[in-house]
């Protein structure tokens, strides 16, 4: 077993006191999440693209790795003759032991204005039989479709009416126990042999254990070679369920009517149904949560309106989410609203009995006063740590990472969820949108802090877009310069943008206007050479300690390459995370650490179970 670490850290006694006045008088039990044997920070130059360093991102996209399987190639290819397929799982359920199949038969229709079938008096079916032997159950379900209606005159031809969408409840599963199951066909006969385990459940009093429980983590995940890649390392390593933290097909890279032809401000249909298709190996064996992200939205073409919020920000005029929702709906979904965007934007749900899961939007509106951030709060409140210790936050955004692409563009989002994350003692927060690995240490405002969550960003799926290579803290070499310091948006420093815009300077979802003004990098988060003070005497600004020259300290492990995570809970208390590099494979963690859950904010390590150490050894 790969490198665990040895040394004992000797912790100390963080700022978890000093920040406590920011607690207010909340008597919410705080749980802290330390690294046992924290080792420097580390960061990876690696180069898959090797020979083309001036353009990275170039020579990544010039290579034929770049490219999603052409349309046609026999890894997205699907029967269109009413045998399933695309067959995905989602769950758990928060009761533990439902869980959602869902697949698709026939093919879509595209053409001028097709007909959507009136599907609501259909009914579907699939059947469960467990492995070890047992009497088949049947589940019944109905069967939806979406209509992308193209109101662009140039597209006009190729609206898009999808195949049947089939979904499923299973319902009252037995816990750890594998099932074979098969799926309708368009006629009803149920056909497939595909298989999957479901998660353990805790029942209070019966001395059973959900540990050792395995989560895989994903993101950005696409339909190329190396997406393929992932897939099957995933496979490889066996997790009992995933976490999937957003943008999936990729579909709104095309032009509506072609599946080939990428192309700025379309979105094309087809390649959510190869995307269903590619990752089946991977769906269709373990149960997947998933969040959307901004590639899910694919607001182009369509004339619709629809509104989630009741403050400052409203969607564009047309359907957003309508692939995504109608494909992946959340855990906790009925046949009523199956299909429903506003129903499946966000979740919550318990894995094992004992780990929360609180899955955000950051594409919708989420600051005070809206309905996500009212669901959301009553979400945190509800979680009893006694029962279900472990707390998990996972939203598309990377809101902690050191890229050059989308730095900073989550300080709006922070400002209001940084310090409800830190209250209800969040153990890890899982983000994607950056194309590339990082790992933070515990941290709060931009500052190490044992009683902080550690924030994940796995982008590295292997979408078409390509890694992220470049670091806000390289020095560039024709400048002499860190890349923080020449960073410019449409031509404005960081400082300039800041005072433009508090809220963040990219993209990152709805931006409400009333933004608390967020916390920058101080320079007690850095080492290695002084921060970068941007300074605007001009406009009468203070100092902002905002770029860095090296790897500020909260930054654990970073890699730009791409691969998957895997967290095994191994106690109510000690878990151990560990990140695969696809160029690697899975004999070895590139990054490997053990995370001990504290119940007090103490400086010294808490002991491991022996039932902790027996699985670690
Ligand atoms: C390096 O990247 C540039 C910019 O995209 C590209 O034009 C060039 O062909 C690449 N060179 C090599 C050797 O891949
Ligand atoms: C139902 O459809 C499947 C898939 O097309 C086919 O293999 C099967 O023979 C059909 N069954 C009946 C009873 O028609
Ligand atoms: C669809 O069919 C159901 C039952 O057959 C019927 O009650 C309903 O009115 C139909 N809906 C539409 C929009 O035609
Ligand atoms: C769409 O189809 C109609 C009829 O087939 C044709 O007249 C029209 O030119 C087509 N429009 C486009 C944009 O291809
Ligand atoms: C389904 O596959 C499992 C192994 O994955 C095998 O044990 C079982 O016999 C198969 N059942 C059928 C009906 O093919
Ligand atoms: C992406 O996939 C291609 C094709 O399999 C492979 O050659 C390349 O090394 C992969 N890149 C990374 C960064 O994993
Ligand atoms: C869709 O879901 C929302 C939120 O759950 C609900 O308010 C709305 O009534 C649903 N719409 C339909 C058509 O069922
Ligand atoms: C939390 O769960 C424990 C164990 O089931 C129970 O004793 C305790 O009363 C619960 N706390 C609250 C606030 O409900
Ligand atoms: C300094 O502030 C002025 C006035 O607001 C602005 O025009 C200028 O772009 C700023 N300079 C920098 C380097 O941010
Ligand atoms: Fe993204």
Request: hydrophobic residues 35%; proline residues 7%.
């Amino acid at each position: 077993m790969a490198m665990l670490p040895e040394v004992i850290a000797i912790l100390a006694l963080l700022a978890c006191q000093a920040q406590s006045h920011l607690l207010q008088t909340e008597s919410v039990r705080r749980n802290l999440i330390v690294e046992v044997g924290d080792a420097a920070n580390q960061y990876s130059t690696a180069k898959p693209c090797s020979g083309n360093e001036t353009s990275f991102m170039g020579c990544f996209l010039a290579s034929s790795n770049a490219k999603d399987y052409p349309w046609g190639s026999p890894e997205i290819r699907y029967p269109a003759d009413g045998s399933p397929w695309g067959v995905h799982l989602t769950g758990p359920y928060p009761d533990g032991t439902t869980y959602l199949v869902s697949w698709l038969t026939g093919a879509p229709t595209i053409g001028r204005n097709p007909a959507q079938p009136n599907t609501s008096s259909l009914i579907t079916h699939a059947a469960v039989t467990p492995a070890q032997g047992g009497t088949e159950t049947r589940f019944a379900g109905s069967i939806i479709t979406y209509l992308r209606l193209y109101s662009d005159t140039t597209l006009a031809n190729y609206s898009y009416l999808s195949p049947y969408i089939h979904h499923v409840i299973l319902a009252n599963l037995a816990p750890s126990t594998t099932y074979n199951y098969k799926v309708s066909c368009r006629n009803g006969s149920l056909a497939g042999n595909y298989s999957f385990k479901t998660l353990p459940k805790k029942t209070a009093g019966d001395g059973s254990s959900p540990y050792p429980l395995r989560i895989g983590i994903i993101g950005d995940v696409g339909q190329t070679r190396n997406s393929t890649a992932t897939r099957d390392q995933v496979v490889s390593n066996n997790p009992q369920v995933v976490i999937h933290v957003g943008d999936n097909s990729y579909a709104d890279n095309y032009h509506a009517s072609n599946p080939d032809l990428n192309k700025a401000g379309g979105t094309n249909q087809q390649r959510w149904d190869s995307f269903n298709v590619l990752w089946e190996p991977l769906f269709s064996k373990v149960p997947v949560l998933n969040i959307p992200g901004n590639h899910e939205i694919e607001s182009t073409g369509i004339k619709s309106t629809i509104s989630l919020t009741t403050t400052s920000w409203s969607f564009p005029s047309n359907y957003p989410f309508q692939a995504y929702a109608a494909r992946f709906p959340v855990p906790g979904s009925t046949p009523a609203s199956f299909g429903n965007i506003t129903a499946n934007m966000f979740h919550s749900t318990v894995l094992g009995g004992v780990a929360t899961l609180i899955s955000i939007n950051n594409y919708i509106a989420f600051q005070p006063g809206s309905p996500q951030y009212k669901w959301a709060l009553s979400e945190f409140k509800k979680v009893n740590r006694t029962q279900t210790p472990w707390l998990f936050v996972q939203f598309h955004t990377s809101a902690y990472h050191t890229y050059t692409n989308h730095y900073k563009s989550m300080e709006c989002f922070l400002s209001i969820w940084e310090p409800i994350f830190y209250q209800y003692g969040v153990d890890l927060v899982f983000n994607g949108h950056v194309h590339a690995y990082e790992r933070t240490h515990p941290v709060y405002k931009y500052q190490k802090n044992t009683c902080g969550p550690i924030y994940v960003t796995v982008g590295d799926g292997g979408n078409l877009e390509g890694l992220y290579r470049d670091f806000v803290d390289d020095i560039s070499s024709s400048a002499g310069k860190p890349r923080c310091e020449l960073f410019t948006a449409s031509g404005l420093s960081p400082a300039a943008l800041y005072y433009q815009n508090p809220g963040g300077w990219s993209s990152s979802g709805p931006r409400p206007s009333n933004c608390p003004t967020m916390s920058f990098q101080p320079a007690t988060g850095l080492e290695g050479g002084p921060p970068l003070m941007l300074l605007n005497t001009t406009a009468g600004q203070p100092l902002l300690g905002f770029c860095q020259s090296s790897q500020p300290l909260w930054s654990a492990w970073r890699d730009p390459s791409f691969g998957h995570a895997i967290l095994d809970l191994i106690s109510d208390t000690t878990a151990r995370f560990r990140w695969y590099k696809n160029l690697v494979g899975l004999k070895v963690a590139v990054d490997d650490v053990v995370l001990e859950r504290k119940d007090a904010c103490v400086n010294r390590r808490r002991r491991q179970s022996r039932r902790a150490r027996r699985i670690l050894a």
